[in-house]
């Protein structure tokens, strides 16, 4: 079993930044990979960024390339997620996940625990 336990939300205002940290435990979290998706009112989840078990590769969903920074550090068993130059249309619920593999894709079936979400608002 794995807990995955999301921090850092908030409401920020269009071109603020947040960090948000996911804290795992249950597992060897050096040995998966792990992402973020995110959740707006009446969407489905989508993927934000998903990043390997070393850290050595990572990867963003166009809408947030070059703005936010997906990082992980494996002795604090801890996923970040720096997001700046926030827009209104980056307000969700952001999840982490823990992928099944120390690879994964986007497609959130790859990954097999979640935590319970932080919420982001960016006003205008």
């Known amino acids: 079993q794995v807990r995955l336990v999301e921090s850092g939300g908030g409401l920020v205002q269009a071109g603020g930044s947040l960090r948000l940290s996911c804290a795992a435990s249950g597992r060897t979290f050096s040995t998966n990979a792990m992402g973020w998706f995110r959740q707006a009112p009446g969407k489905e989840r989508e993927f934000v960024s998903r990043?390997?078990?070393?850290?050595?590769?990572?990867y963003y969903a166009d809408a947030v390339k070059g703005r936010f920074t997906i990082s992980r550090d494996n002795a604090k068993n801890t996923l970040y997620l720096q997001m700046n130059s926030l827009k209104p249309e980056d307000t969700a619920v952001y999840y982490c996940a823990a992928g099944r593999r120390p690879w994964t894709t986007s497609d959130s079936t790859d990954y097999d625990y979640w935590g319970q979400g932080t919420q982001v608002t960016v006003s205008s």
């Open positions: 990043i390997t078990y070393n850290g050595g590769n990572t």
